[in-house]
């Protein structure tokens, strides 16, 4: 398998995870929108005239060359699909597509534009009314594209409002781009429409779709309803919760009896356990191994520094890796002793979604993190996704380490001079994580 | 006064009819009814015996403690057979049809009864398989839980790069990079929205919008769906103990059968190579071998006497790997964090449970189920933090390779950026 592909794979489920964000928040979007009222809608309709000749002149002339160029090539992207004709509403092949053009736009659109801003509703909604009064070509492929996307309830964003919406908003960040094309699809589906020429399809459609519900009265019992719903599903989960806590006794002496019946020499605890030991310590070993590298490496290249808290810690390094190697004896026997025992299809590898706890016991259910302040939620998502991508850049890190270092190995002095932007590109990617290059010079002086 | 028999195989009928609720509440398609349960204690037909290999296969499908693709190419009663054998071994369980060879119709002299798999599911029960199947169903329906995120590629052991491909590689990874930022600005405008939500649900408010929606309505089905399983799951938690009771005594039964003589070891020497081909355990062996060794000869031998008296140890009884050794637990390890989290918004002051706010934590606490965001955003700084550190050492590690590499062409002299 190449690394190449190892990168590609990482890529798709980058892009995958960013699909699943999308459709959480065109969710969360239908539902606030459903759930608190909206008292900007109406005015800013009105405003919708105004707001897009002040929108027109606001962006500057070098942009708006670079639009039309790329609002010229979205049209032709956009009649070659067309041509080919709408098919199944939201279907996902057509989804599948339509968002990979959409990363190549925001892609642009991106490389323009900078950091994130927060954008009030009635500012997306004023946005949203603006796409619509757009006079180019692209505007009156959106009908086809409505009357598929207004009765579907599932996530897939109607590329046309995409591009255009990236083309023309002010922000040009991501976020951005997603919040306006959210905007537009959702506004143009669920909100009654006083605006011109694309709100008729759209109404037609929707007052096509099957079991829309009477209007304001059942809407607010629904609201009422989800929100209690949504109370007492709070409620429950504490109390299940707190019946975590209590101990089970009858739970605890049946297994008491049923290991009784297993084999005397049947190990301990679970192969689950094995494994997430194993694989725990595997972790902690190569970290140590790392350690003591570097050390010697460091202390190679400077060795007028004083050894001596340098020898402290090389003696506690090995004690401890002294100590890791006879414990790993041990995992490592009860190891096979699962292993002996290992019926067709089993398996003690290490994998990545183990929920078991090192004294694993009984798999937790999901704990609940409180929080009081907005911040505090997005701080804890930020880093958790920033963990998480540490983490993916460090395996391939690795992964380009054990691949490139025999190859390293075979470049022996001698005749014959090696690559030269080889050994630069290899240096950034090993040794700055690509980010940095250095400069090698050829050095012909004779000695 | 001695209840009647009458009373207490109605309460424990009313017992399992909870548990059945519950089980089918985790979105089981398979469960059998109450009745069948008290027929598999006195050994109900192969009837029986289907339906309970049917629902421990689809309990054991369900909570991926089995991989699923091991087994696809078989089909029917052996596909059954294997798949319960592997997922009940997995969880540490042991019964001679479980680990009998290929002719184990039935183990030694077939008394394989359905009462065997009664006390497999009684064992899967025990060890926590309904919370795991209760998680599940809980991602599967709620859309306001915080999730994984799984980005990590599956690495095999060979990997291959022609030098030629060095920079289309180099692309990539910026191209990786720049996914990972689109990434955190999606992931951080959808924690805004959640956080609207989480709000929006705490609210009061009387007016009522004159909107309504397909997807709400969807909602409201899927958060009644998950209260039912909410309170399914009390309500078994309640009556718990008298189906350990029941348990207790099929236990008795079984037991006062005419055993089959308990094997002591195991059935076959051949060790067979999981279909991952053993990559953890040659990972691990690896590691051993490159620990950096200490004053070699005494070292060795300490560690030789050592492992022979552990052996001893062992045929006893099994050694404890549970608690680690001093300085290995002082060895900083990357706090395992779970997987799915829900998240609370608080308006009012939480009750202080006695944490002390100093105190950080650097490893999931043991049982918690609250947590407040401060600790969790602590530990995850800590996870970074750790992560960062190990990353920039071997990046400094190799930085000085190449150096010294470099130094010994001739021609050539690096200068570092």
Same mark, same amino acid.
């Given at each position: 398998?190449?690394?190449?592909?190892?990168?590609?794979?990482?890529?798709?489920?980058?892009?995958?995870?960013?699909?699943?964000?999308?459709?959480?928040? $065109?969710?969360?979007?239908?539902?606030?929108?459903?759930?608190?009222?909206?008292?900007?809608?109406?005015?800013?309709?009105?405003?919708?005239? +105004?707001?897009?000749?002040?929108?027109?002149? @606001?962006?500057?002339?070098?942009?708006?060359?670079?639009?039309?160029?790329?609002?010229?090539?979205? &049209?032709?992207?956009?009649?070659?699909?067309?041509?080919?004709?709408?098919?199944?509403?939201?279907?996902?092949?057509?989804?599948?597509?339509?968002?990979?053009?959409?990363?190549?736009?925001?892609?642009?659109?991106?490389?323009?534009?900078?950091?994130?801003?927060?954008?009030?509703?009635?500012?997306?909604?004023?946005?949203?009314?603006? &796409?619509?009064?757009?006079?180019?070509?692209?505007?009156?492929?959106?009908?086809?594209?409505?009357?598929?996307?207004?009765?579907?309830?599932?996530?897939?964003?109607?590329?046309?409002?995409?591009?255009?919406?990236?083309?023309?908003?002010?922000?040009?960040?991501?976020?951005?781009?997603?919040?306006?094309?959210?905007?537009?699809?959702?506004?143009?589906?669920?909100?009654?429409?006083?605006?011109?020429?694309?709100?008729?399809?759209?109404?037609?459609?929707?007052?096509?779709?099957?079991?829309?519900?009477?209007?304001?009265?059942?809407?607010?019992?629904?609201?009422? $309803?989800?929100?209690?719903?949504?109370?007492? $599903?709070?409620?429950?989960? @504490?109390?299940?919760?707190?019946?975590?806590?209590?101990?089970?006794?009858?739970?605890?002496?049946?297994?008491?009896?049923?290991?009784?019946?297993?084999?005397?020499?049947?190990?301990?605890?679970?192969?689950?356990?094995?494994?997430?030991?194993? +694989?725990?310590?595997?972790? $902690?070993?190569? @970290?140590?191994?790392?350690?003591?590298?570097?050390?010697?490496?460091?202390?190679?290249?400077?060795?007028?520094?004083?050894?001596?808290?340098?020898?402290?810690?090389? &003696?506690?390094?090995?004690?401890?890796?002294?100590?890791?190697?006879?414990?790993?004896?041990?995992?490592?026997?009860?190891?096979?002793?699962? @292993?002996?025992?290992?019926?067709?299809?089993?398996?003690?590898?290490?994998?990545?979604?183990?929920?078991?706890?090192?004294?694993?016991?009984?798999?937790?259910?999901?704990?609940?993190?409180?929080?009081?302040?907005?911040?505090?939620?997005?701080?804890?998502?930020?880093?958790?996704?920033?963990?998480?991508?540490?983490?993916?850049?460090?395996?391939?890190?690795?992964?380009?380490?054990?691949?490139?270092?025999?190859?390293?190995?075979?470049?022996?002095?001698?005749?014959?001079?090696? +690559?030269?932007?080889?050994?630069?590109?290899?240096?950034?990617?090993?040794?700055?994580?690509?980010?940095?290059?250095?400069?090698?010079?050829?050095?012909?002086?004779?000695? | 006064?001695?209840?009647?028999?009458?009373?207490?195989?109605?309460?424990?009928?009313?017992?399992?009819?909870?548990?059945?609720?519950?089980?089918?509440?985790?979105?089981?398609?398979?469960?059998?009814?109450?009745?069948?349960?008290?027929?598999?204690?006195?050994?109900?037909?192969?009837?029986?015996?289907? *339906?309970?290999?049917?629902?421990?296969?689809?309990?054991?499908?369900?909570?991926?403690?089995?991989?699923?693709?091991?087994?696809?190419?078989?089909?029917?009663? %052996?596909?059954?057979?294997?798949?319960?054998?592997?997922?009940?071994?997995?969880?540490?369980?042991?019964?001679?049809?479980?680990?009998?060879?290929?002719?184990?119709?039935?183990?030694?002299?077939?008394?394989?009864?359905?009462?065997?798999?009664?006390?497999?599911?009684?064992?899967?029960?025990?060890?926590?398989?309904?919370?795991?199947?209760?998680?599940?169903?809980?991602?599967?329906?709620?859309?306001?839980?915080?999730?994984?995120?799984?980005?990590?590629?599956?690495?095999?052991?060979?990997?291959?790069?022609? %030098?030629?491909?060095?920079?289309?590689?180099?692309?990539?990874?910026?191209?990786?990079?720049?996914?990972?930022?689109?990434?955190?600005?999606?992931?951080?405008?959808?924690?805004?929205?959640?956080?609207?939500?989480?709000?929006?649900?705490?609210?009061?408010?009387?007016?009522?919008?004159? *909107?309504?929606?397909?997807?709400?309505?969807?909602?409201?089905?899927?958060?009644?769906?998950?209260?039912?399983?909410?309170?399914?799951?009390?309500?078994?938690?309640?009556?718990?103990?008298?189906?350990?009771?029941?348990?207790?005594?099929?236990?008795?039964?079984?037991?006062?059968?005419?055993?089959?003589?308990?094997?002591?070891?195991?059935?076959?020497?051949?060790?067979?190579?999981?279909?991952?081909?053993?990559?953890?355990?040659?990972?691990?062996?690896?590691?051993?071998?490159?620990?950096?060794?200490?004053?070699?000869?005494?070292?060795?031998?300490?560690?030789?006497?050592?492992?022979?008296?552990?052996?001893?140890?062992?045929?006893?009884?099994?050694?404890?790997?549970?608690?680690?050794?001093?300085?290995?637990? %002082?060895?900083?390890?990357?706090?395992?964090?779970?997987?799915?989290?829900?998240?609370?918004?608080?308006?009012?002051?939480?009750?202080?449970?006695?944490?002390?706010?100093?105190?950080?934590?650097?490893?999931?606490?043991?049982?918690?189920?609250?947590?407040?965001?401060?600790?969790?955003?602590?530990?995850?700084?800590?996870?970074?933090?750790?992560?960062?550190?190990?990353?920039?050492?071997?990046?400094?590690?190799?930085?000085?390779?190449?150096?010294?590499?470099?130094?010994?062409?001739?021609?050539?002299?690096?200068?570092?950026?």
């Amino acid at each position: 398998m190449s690394l190449l592909s190892v990168v590609e794979q990482a890529i798709k489920s980058c892009k995958a995870e960013q699909a699943r964000i999308k459709d959480s928040i $065109q969710l969360y979007r239908e539902i606030l929108h459903t759930v608190t009222p909206q008292p900007n809608t109406d005015c800013v309709e009105s405003d919708s005239a +105004d707001d897009a000749t002040a929108a027109d002149t @606001d962006v500057s002339p070098g942009e708006k060359e670079d639009i039309e160029l790329l609002e010229q090539a979205l &049209e032709k992207a956009l009649w070659v699909r067309t041509g080919t004709g709408p098919s199944k509403k939201g279907s996902n092949k057509q989804c599948a597509p339509r968002k990979e053009t959409k990363e190549g736009m925001q892609a642009f659109a991106a490389s323009k534009g900078n950091q994130t801003t927060t954008r009030s509703t009635s500012k997306s909604a004023s946005l949203a009314r603006k &796409e619509q009064k757009r006079p180019a070509g692209i505007v009156h492929h959106q009908p086809a594209r409505k009357s598929q996307q207004a009765v579907s309830a599932s996530g897939c964003v109607d590329p046309g409002q995409l591009h255009t919406s990236a083309f023309h908003s002010k922000n040009k960040t991501n976020r951005g781009n997603v919040l306006s094309g959210n905007d537009l699809g959702r506004a143009a589906a669920i909100s009654m429409p006083s605006s011109n020429n694309t709100a008729p399809v759209s109404h037609t459609a929707e007052s096509g779709a099957p079991c829309l519900p009477q209007q304001n009265g059942t809407a607010s019992d629904q609201t009422a $309803q989800w929100r209690s719903l949504r109370r007492k $599903q709070n409620r429950l989960w @504490d109390k299940v919760a707190a019946s975590q806590r209590k101990p089970v006794p009858g739970r605890s002496h049946f297994m008491e009896r049923i290991r009784a019946t297993f084999p005397k020499d049947w190990p301990c605890g679970s192969p689950d356990q094995t494994r997430a030991l194993v +694989d725990r310590l595997t972790h $902690q070993g190569y @970290d140590l191994i790392q350690h003591c590298q570097t050390q010697e490496l460091v202390a190679k290249q400077t060795p007028e520094t004083a050894t001596e808290p340098g020898g402290k810690t090389l &003696e506690r390094w090995q004690m401890t890796a002294a100590e890791l190697q006879n414990f790993a004896g041990q995992v490592k026997q009860e190891w096979e002793a699962w @292993d002996r025992w290992r019926p067709e299809g089993g398996c003690l590898c290490p994998t990545r979604a183990n929920s078991v706890w090192s004294n694993g016991m009984v798999a937790p259910l999901p704990p609940t993190v409180t929080y009081t302040t907005e911040a505090e939620l997005r701080e804890l998502e930020k880093l958790r996704m920033r963990v998480a991508l540490l983490q993916q850049k460090m395996h391939l890190e690795q992964a380009l380490l054990d691949t490139l270092s025999p190859q390293l190995s075979s470049i022996v002095p001698g005749p014959g001079c090696p +690559d030269v932007s080889v050994l630069r590109d290899v240096y950034s990617l090993l040794g700055e994580g690509g980010q940095r290059f250095p400069a090698i010079v050829l050095d012909s002086e004779p000695d | 006064m001695r209840r009647s028999k009458a009373a207490v195989s109605v309460e424990v009928r009313q017992v399992i009819g909870a548990l059945c609720r519950l089980l089918a509440a985790t979105g089981l398609h398979a469960v059998p009814a109450p009745e069948t349960f008290r027929r598999a204690k006195f050994g109900g037909g192969l009837e029986v015996e289907d *339906q309970f290999w049917q629902l421990l296969t689809s309990i054991l499908q369900s909570t991926g403690i089995v991989p699923c693709e091991a087994f696809n190419q078989l089909e029917g009663v %052996s596909k059954h057979r294997k798949l319960v054998a592997a997922g009940l071994w997995q969880t540490g369980y042991h019964a001679d049809w479980v680990s009998g060879g290929e002719g184990g119709e039935g183990g030694q002299g077939g008394r394989f009864s359905s009462r065997d798999l009664l006390l497999a599911l009684g064992w899967l029960l025990a060890t926590g398989t309904l919370e795991k199947l209760l998680t599940h169903r809980v991602q599967q329906m709620d859309n306001i839980l915080l999730t994984p995120i799984p980005v990590n590629p599956q690495l095999s052991s060979e990997l291959q790069l022609h %030098s030629a491909s060095l920079r289309k590689l180099q692309w990539l990874i910026g191209s990786l990079k720049y996914q990972g930022q689109i990434l955190l600005s999606m992931q951080e405008e959808r924690t805004r929205l959640l956080h609207a939500v989480l709000f929006a649900i705490l609210q009061t408010s009387v007016s009522s919008p004159d *909107q309504s929606s397909t997807v709400l309505r969807e909602e409201c089905v899927c958060v009644q769906q998950l209260c039912d399983l909410l309170e399914a799951y009390l309500n078994w938690k309640q009556v718990e103990n008298v189906f350990w009771t029941w348990m207790d005594s099929v236990v008795d039964c079984h037991l006062t059968d005419p055993v089959v003589e308990k094997p002591t070891h195991a059935p076959n020497g051949i060790t067979r190579v999981c279909h991952h081909g053993n990559r953890g355990l040659e990972k691990f062996e690896d590691m051993i071998l490159r620990l950096p060794r200490g004053q070699k000869g005494q070292r060795r031998g300490r560690g030789d006497a050592e492992d022979r008296g552990e052996r001893g140890e062992r045929l006893q009884g099994g050694s404890d790997t549970s608690s680690l050794p001093p300085l290995l637990s %002082s060895l900083p390890s990357l706090p395992t964090l779970p997987q799915v989290y829900r998240a609370k918004l608080q308006t009012e002051k939480p009750i202080k449970r006695g944490f002390r706010p100093a105190e950080v934590p650097h490893s999931w606490p043991e049982t918690p189920d609250e947590l407040p965001s401060s600790q969790a955003t602590q530990l995850l700084l800590h996870a970074e933090a750790l992560l960062l550190e190990r990353r920039d050492r071997q990046r400094l590690a190799n930085r000085i390779q190449l150096q010294e590499m470099v130094g010994k062409l001739d021609e050539l002299v690096l200068i570092p950026p």
